[in-house]
């Protein structure tokens, strides 16, 4: 089994950054491709970012290109989101997932282990 943790969400203004972090424990993710996902107020979760197990293939979605990354240390267990030029519409739950399979996959039902989430509001 794994737990993963995620923290570092909060509010803040648009424009500004956050960088969150998915802390694993139970069982070493360091094999494991890693994702954020994220679920805004009447929305289906949707894929933010994911990185293999090595760190050497990364997928960003479309929306958060160019201003969000992903990485991961696996001496830490842990993987962190950078978020920069927070917009508004970046307002949502975001969850921490592992996938035990050695892909790297954008699709939710390939996540084996999910965190509880962090919020992250972005204001006007």
């Known amino acids: 089994q794994v737990q993963l943790v995620e923290s570092g969400g909060g509010l803040v203004q648009t424009g500004g950054s956050l960088r969150l972090s998915c802390a694993a424990s139970g069982r070493t993710v360091s094999s494991s491709a890693m994702a954020w996902f994220r679920q805004a107020p009447g929305k289906k979760r949707e894929f933010v970012a994911g990185i293999s197990w090595n760190g050497g293939n990364v997928y960003l979605a479309d929306s958060v290109k160019g201003r969000f990354g992903i990485s991961r240390d696996n001496a830490k267990n842990t993987v962190y989101l950078q978020m920069t030029w927070l917009k508004p519409e970046d307002t949502a739950v975001y969850y921490c997932?592992?996938?035990?399979?050695?892909?790297?996959?954008?699709?939710?039902?390939?996540?084996?282990?999910w965190g509880q989430g962090t919020q992250v509001t972005v204001s006007s």
């Open positions: 997932a592992s996938d035990t399979s050695l892909g790297l996959s954008r699709v939710e039902t390939e996540y084996d282990y």
